[in-house]
């Protein structure tokens, strides 16, 4: 069973990985209405991943007995000043939810909840490889978007990313 303070803590995570998923699907359709399809999809995935981050922890949750409680998702933003841009505010956005997810590794910590912690240990590494990936895309925006040739060819390469559910 969950402790009470760990469960509210869960739960409101499950919204924040929802936001983060309505985010990404923003960010793909600013993308797409760009005409940079690629990008679109990989945001698109993004939007998948994080949905499936939400329900993993809605199982979870439910597994351990808890009850889950959906909130509204809090409007997100709608367009971005360029793709770096966009990265950017992914790095900054995937920066947030590593704090978010120490926190609650934190709380679990302090009530013993082993259970949880393996779980959250899940989440900590995901987050390491969120970062790196978010960061490399930036730099690498940042480098070659004055090179719309370059930037078509990073578009065609996003065209590739698929979905794998873990």
Not at 60 to 73: A, C, F, M, N, T
Not at 90 to 106: D, F
Request: hydrophobic share 40%; glycine share 4%; aromatic share 12%.
């Amino acid at each position: 069973m969950l402790n009470d303070r760990m469960q509210k803590e869960l739960n409101e995570h499950i919204n924040a990985e929802f936001w983060s998923a309505y985010l990404y699907l923003s960010m793909s359709v600013w993308f797409a209405g760009k005409n940079l399809h690629g990008f679109a999809n990989w945001m698109y995935v993004q939007f998948q991943e994080e949905q499936a981050h939400a329900l993993k922890l809605l199982k979870y949750v439910q597994d351990r007995g808890g009850s889950v409680e959906l909130k509204p998702i809090a409007e997100v933003p709608a367009g971005w000043k360029s793709p770096s841009d966009a990265f950017l505010h992914t790095l900054h956005h995937e920066q947030k939810v590593t704090s978010l997810i120490n926190a609650l590794m934190g709380t679990a910590v302090e009530l013993k909840d082993y259970a949880t912690q393996n779980l959250l240990g899940w989440f900590i590494n995901e987050q390491i490889e969120e970062e790196a990936t978010a960061t490399e895309i930036y730099r690498t925006l940042s480098d070659v978007e004055s090179k719309p040739g370059i930037l078509r060819m990073v578009d065609k390469e996003f065209k590739a990313r698929a979905y794998m559910p873990e």
